[in-house]
């Protein structure tokens, strides 16, 4: 099929569905989605499989816009009222996750299916690597439901800084896991400065080039398009966007949190940083939106759920238990609000994107080839519940904070 008719198809059918979906009172990103399934190749043969296989491009920079839009709303002067509590809430909700995801897959895998390697050097190190993968939050989701609603407070807040950090913490829970597996499976002998050294340093390197990448773009700005169109600096915006997540692609850095460092950065040192995030949602954000997720509805298998649903039930249950919980334990710990503790979870539900990524990752090693099909498809399946039920979930909770006016 020609790939222009297929792009105008994926966009009008992405946004006509989410358009209906929101006047029966659903969040729009949760009809993208739909849509997304509905013109999964799998399911009819309209559309061809080459055309998800080529999209990589489109979802690339939609992920870098979205990031970069989880960091503009880390403005300093909110952190510093909320800051304990986010970070408190991170560590907790993020490990919690990785623990409870780990111990069930760990005890019940076995019990349920028989995986190559036994449990020493099968179960146990796909339970680390999947228990790992239930650390982070997908941030996109909840940062859709929260712009298209208009929803502003500390729950609002809260949410979105927990949701940008713990993907920082769930890459270093993963890159441990990953060298503890391998240790397991491949009896090497542990090393700190693989174990440790390098995963802190991807991270610094991410937070140095996303941070190169703002101050590069707040000069631009200030000096060469003070008096240009916002055209033209939609153009530099997204221009230098892109360019910041493929230098950090071809450093071996974690492209995401390089764009989200950028957009934190940047809103910070600007004189008026927040006005770019406002203009970028105004004009493009939509768009984005719109084929993003529809896209990502199309890389979904919905046999994964037929196939593997005992496990996907596992890990959203457990993950789920890890979430609550912990978000519970930091959020009293850090004595947040009684409305933080109650509602900040409902926004932590949703997950894709970078754990996608993660688990694409495991299947390209050779050495969890006898267990890394089941984790792609345990994370696959996982994904369709937390990308459908996540979005619902935001809305339903900031608006039972009072932090969405109307709905």
Same mark, same amino acid.
């Given at each position: 099929?020609?790939?222009?008719?297929?792009?105008?198809?994926?966009? +009008?059918?992405? +946004? +006509?569905?989410?358009?209906?979906?929101?006047?029966?009172?659903?969040?729009?990103?949760?009809?993208?989605?739909?849509?997304?399934?509905?013109? &999964?190749?799998?399911? #009819?043969?309209?559309?061809? @499989?080459?055309?998800? #296989?080529?999209? &990589?491009?489109?979802?690339?920079?939609?992920?870098?816009?979205?990031?970069?839009?989880?960091?503009?709303?880390?403005?300093?002067?909110?952190?510093?009222?909320?800051?304990?509590?986010?970070?408190?809430?991170?560590?907790?909700?993020?490990?919690?996750?990785?623990?409870?995801?780990?111990?069930?897959? @760990?005890?019940?895998?076995?019990?349920?299916?028989?995986?190559?390697?036994?449990?020493?050097?099968?179960?146990?190190?796909? *339970?680390?690597?999947?228990?790992?993968?239930?650390?982070?939050?997908?941030?996109?989701?909840?940062?859709?439901?929260?712009?298209?609603?208009?929803?502003?407070?500390?729950?609002?807040?809260?949410?979105?800084?927990?949701?940008?950090?713990?993907?920082?913490?769930?890459?270093? &829970?993963?890159?441990?896991?990953?060298? =503890? @597996?391998?240790?397991?499976?491949? $009896?090497?002998?542990?090393? +700190?400065? /693989?174990?440790?050294?390098?995963?802190?340093?991807?991270?610094?390197?991410?937070?140095?080039?996303?941070?190169?990448?703002?101050?590069?773009? /707040?000069?631009?700005?200030?000096?060469?398009? !003070? !008096?240009?169109?916002?055209? /033209?600096?939609?153009?530099?915006?997204?221009?230098?966007?892109?360019?910041?997540?493929?230098?950090?692609?071809? *450093?071996?850095?974690?492209?995401?949190?390089?764009?989200?460092?950028?957009?934190?950065?940047?809103?910070?040192?600007? *004189?008026?940083?927040?006005? =770019?995030?406002?203009?970028?949602?105004?004009?493009?954000?939509?768009?984005?939106?719109?084929?993003? %997720?529809?896209?990502?509805?199309?890389?979904?298998?919905?046999?994964?759920?037929?196939?593997?649903?005992?496990?996907?039930?596992? %890990?959203?249950?457990?993950?789920? @238990?890890?979430?609550?919980?912990?978000?519970?334990?930091? *959020? =009293?710990?850090? $004595?947040?609000?009684?409305?933080?503790?109650?509602?900040?979870?409902?926004?932590?539900?949703?997950?894709?994107?970078?754990?996608?990524?993660?688990?694409?990752?495991?299947?390209?090693?050779?050495?969890?080839?006898?267990?890394?099909?089941?984790?792609?498809?345990?994370?696959?399946?996982?994904?369709?519940? $937390?990308?459908?039920?996540?979005?619902?979930? /935001?809305?339903?909770?900031?608006?039972?904070?009072?932090?969405?006016?109307?709905?």
């Amino acid at each position: 099929m020609e790939a222009t008719l297929m792009f105008g198809v994926i966009l +009008f059918v992405g +946004f +006509f569905v989410g358009e209906l979906l929101f006047r029966v009172g659903f969040p729009r990103v949760t009809g993208y989605i739909l849509a997304g399934i509905a013109l &999964n190749p799998r399911l #009819n043969g309209y559309v061809p @499989a080459s055309v998800v #296989n080529q999209s &990589n491009v489109i979802t690339n920079f939609s992920l870098a816009f979205i990031t970069f839009s989880v960091g503009g709303t880390l403005l300093i002067s909110k952190i510093r009222a909320l800051g304990k509590s986010i970070l408190t809430i991170t560590v907790f909700e993020g490990e919690f996750a990785f623990l409870f995801v780990t111990l069930v897959f @760990a005890l019940v895998t076995p019990l349920v299916m028989d995986v190559p390697g036994g449990w020493l050097a099968g179960a146990l190190p796909m *339970a680390l690597l999947i228990g790992a993968l239930g650390s982070p939050t997908d941030p996109s989701a909840t940062l859709a439901v929260v712009h298209e609603y208009h929803a502003k407070g500390p729950v609002t807040d809260t949410i979105m800084g927990v949701a940008a950090f713990d993907d920082g913490l769930g890459i270093l &829970n993963y890159s441990l896991g990953l060298v =503890v @597996a391998m240790v397991l499976v491949t $009896h090497q002998s542990f090393s +700190f400065s /693989a174990s440790i050294g390098e995963p802190l340093l991807k991270i610094a390197g991410a937070l140095g080039l996303g941070a190169a990448f703002a101050a590069s773009l /707040a000069l631009l700005i200030r000096t060469v398009l !003070r !008096r240009e169109t916002e055209g /033209a600096l939609i153009v530099v915006v997204l221009g230098l966007l892109g360019t910041c997540f493929g230098v950090a692609k071809l *450093a071996g850095l974690d492209e995401l949190l390089t764009t989200m460092v950028m957009g934190a950065v940047y809103v910070n040192i600007a *004189a008026k940083g927040d006005a =770019v995030f406002s203009m970028l949602e105004r004009y493009t954000e939509e768009l984005v939106f719109v084929l993003f %997720f529809t896209i990502s509805g199309m890389h979904l298998d919905p046999e994964v759920l037929a196939s593997s649903w005992i496990l996907v039930i596992m %890990f959203v249950a457990a993950r789920a @238990a890890g979430k609550i919980s912990g978000s519970m334990t930091g *959020a =009293v710990l850090s $004595h947040a609000s009684p409305k933080v503790r109650r509602y900040v979870v409902g926004g932590l539900i949703p997950q894709g994107g970078i754990v996608i990524g993660l688990a694409l990752v495991t299947v390209q090693n050779p050495h969890f080839a006898p267990f890394s099909n089941i984790l792609l498809n345990v994370i696959l399946g996982a994904t369709v519940v $937390h990308e459908l039920a996540g979005p619902l979930f /935001a809305k339903l909770v900031l608006k039972a904070a009072g932090e969405i006016k109307k709905a």
